[in-house]
């Protein structure tokens, strides 16, 4: 894996370590974290429940991705496969889903899975989202789901994701959006960067980042509000400045 951790990384790393070898998400009644219900065939649901790969995302990226047989589907930040799984569903045998993870234990884990499942299209990779490993313009779409926020350099994921995308590419991705800047003291809290907080950005900063990679044809729709979790002090002080962070469905075109 190439590139450098810096204590962000670090420190997502860890947390997101926890909740994988725990079995349990990041998500709480309060949270923005959706519940799937358009895919109620899940090709994994056979599985022994301690098997089951979990979401940690914030919604469902592939209601907009509109994947296609046959098509290359990268996935930023996939985690333990949940979203992988389902796209290699819908682009079948000839088509291929590639995952991207800096956690070893993500990685690990959808590995299995994936060999448990028998699915030859799908293939887990150690990275940074700062440092893509694949060529560039090689992938058909992009997913993913409530990732770029925890990045500490968007345009740096942002660009990456243009990189490898194939010229009319699509992104297609779920994230969480905060509905005015954040407060420096709370983007300085590593605990609110790992919960999906203190790494969100506006809509319009979003949209800047995207015009500027050079994506076109943007559109960034937001949930309704809904505050998320944090421990007690944290949560106080963000709601005490009123600060609220939504989901929200981005896609764009290279």
Same mark, same amino acid.
């Given at each position: 894996?190439?590139?450098?951790? !810096? ?17 349990? !998400?990041?998500? %709480?009644?309060?949270?923005?974290? !959706? ?61 291929? @889903? ?22 030859? $299209? ?13 060529? %560039? ?11 770029? $926020? ?21 992104? &297609? ?18 605990? &609110?960067?790992? &919960? ?24 960034? @729709? ?19 400045? &009123? ?12």
């Amino acid at each position: 894996m190439t590139s450098s951790p !810096s204590p962000l990384h670090d420190q997502i790393q860890r947390y997101y370590t926890t909740r994988v070898l725990q079995k349990e !998400s990041c998500c %709480s009644s309060s949270s923005c974290c !959706s519940t799937r219900d358009a895919h109620p065939a899940l090709p994994f649901a056979h599985l022994p429940a301690e098997e089951q790969p979990i979401s940690f995302g914030c919604g469902d990226p592939l209601l907009i991705a509109e994947l296609q047989p046959g098509q290359v589907v990268l996935d930023l930040g996939s985690g333990t496969g949940y979203d992988c799984f389902l796209a290699a569903k819908q682009v079948g045998e000839s088509g291929k @889903v590639i995952g991207v993870d800096m956690t070893p234990q993500m990685i690990l884990q959808a590995t299995q899975t994936a060999q448990r499942l028998g699915l030859s $299209n799908v293939e887990f990779r150690l990275g940074y989202l700062e440092n893509l490993p694949l060529d %560039s313009n090689s992938v058909d779409v992009i997913i993913s789901n409530c990732v770029i $926020n925890l990045t500490p350099d968007k345009p740096q994921v942002l660009s990456e994701a243009y990189r490898v995308l194939k010229p009319g590419g699509k992104l &297609a991705i779920t994230d969480v959006i905060c509905l005015q800047p954040l407060s420096a003291e709370l983007r300085q809290d590593l605990e &609110a960067w790992a &919960a999906c907080i203190a790494g969100a950005i506006t809509k319009d900063e979003f949209s800047q980042i995207l015009a500027a990679v050079g994506f076109r044809d943007i559109q960034i @729709v937001l949930s309704d509000p809904a505050p998320l979790s944090l421990n007690p002090e944290a949560e106080r002080d963000f709601m005490e400045n &009123a600060q609220r962070v939504v989901s929200a469905l981005i896609w764009a075109r290279k």
